[in-house]
């Protein structure tokens, strides 16, 4: 018994939305993979000429579900990074609109993702919550991020196939 289990590639998929969205493309957000926090931080960083990131991490969170119906979820995280004038409240804000508008119009194209992932027996979470990172985060850099969930079926049915036997100790006779 093989647990064939099908991943939805959210690195990919935010990746052609960011290439392919008119907002993005006029705001020149680049695309970037990333590992965690400390990924994205570094890709601020390193890329001083850049300035707008859509970086996805790739790595995930997650956990196993073990009831009737067991599940894997699996959490991908992404940032959004716009540079601004530092210590300017009204340019930092106005990056805010323009990730906060991105932010809708990829979930836009998200809600059918959902759906056509739903026919592969993948579920996306219908919460996906937006945040904004506080502004000491990156000094003249607006950043925010969300996070996309994602249900796999698992089959978690015992296969005696997949372990060794197990030998019973022996017990001394008395």
Not at 140 to 150: D, L, N, T
Request: charged share 25%; aromatic share 12%.
């Amino acid at each position: 018994m093989k647990n064939h289990v099908s991943n939805w590639d959210a690195t990919t998929f935010f990746e052609r939305l960011t290439a392919t969205n008119r907002l993005a493309r006029d705001k020149q957000f680049r695309f970037c993979r990333v590992s965690g926090l400390q990924g994205f931080e570094e890709a601020l960083a390193a890329m001083q000429t850049t300035t707008a990131f859509v970086c996805v991490s790739d790595s995930a969170e997650g956990f196993t579900e073990l009831n009737n119906t067991p599940r894997t979820r699996r959490v991908k995280t992404v940032f959004i990074a716009m540079r601004h004038k530092v210590d300017s409240m009204p340019a930092r804000l106005a990056c805010f609109d323009i990730m906060r508008e991105l932010f809708r119009q990829y979930m836009s194209v998200l809600i059918l993702e959902s759906t056509r992932l739903q026919e592969n027996s993948l579920y996306l979470d219908p919460r996906i919550r937006f945040s904004e990172i506080p502004q000491y985060f990156a000094s003249g850099c607006a950043c925010a991020s969300f996070q996309v969930a994602v249900d796999i079926f698992t089959d978690l049915r015992y296969n005696e196939d997949e372990w060794l036997p197990v030998e019973q100790p022996k017990t001394e006779e008395l």
